[in-house]
């Protein structure tokens, strides 16, 4: 079991840039395949980023298109921390952001798909002002 709380969220102008976090609950954490995903009015959530992990220890990151060059995520296993920092964002990059995860026992390596994670945190809000 693992809980997610995101925090960072905020308004900011277009060009500008933002920092979230995602603190996770329990002393596995580099044991989880880690996502964020946004969710705009309107529109179905999406996939943004993630840090893909096999039980071999490796780890991939992905990016959606629409993110890539802009977004970096990133983890720092000490503080059981999921970051996504984010820079030149866009008015479309608004959303409600959410961090997912889900232990690498049972990932199938489908980072992109919002099936693949269990736990969900409670979002954060991100709003980019034209």
């Known amino acids: 079991q693992v809980e997610l709380v995101e925090s960072g969220g905020a308004m900011v102008q277009a060009g500008g840039s933002l920092r979230l976090s995602c603190a996770a609950s329990?002393?596995?954490?580099?044991?989880?395949?880690m996502g964020w995903f946004r969710q705009a009015p309107g529109k179905e959530r999406e996939f943004v980023a993630a840090?893909?992990?096999?039980?071999?220890?490796?780890?991939?990151?992905y990016y959606a298109d629409s993110v890539k060059g802009r977004f970096t995520c990133s983890t720092d296993n000490a503080k059981n921390t999921l970051y996504l920092e984010m820079n030149s964002l866009k008015p479309e990059d608004t959303a409600v952001y959410y961090c997912?995860?889900?232990?690498?026992?049972?990932?199938?390596?489908?980072?992109?798909?919002?099936?693949?994670?269990?736990?969900w945190g409670q979002g954060t809000q991100v709003t980019v002002s034209s």
């Open positions: 329990g002393r596995t954490f580099s044991r989880y395949a």
């Open positions: 997912a995860a889900r232990s690498i026992t049972h990932y199938s390596g489908n980072y992109y798909a919002i099936s693949e994670y269990d736990y």
């Open positions: 840090i893909s992990r096999s039980i071999w220890s490796s780890s991939s990151t």
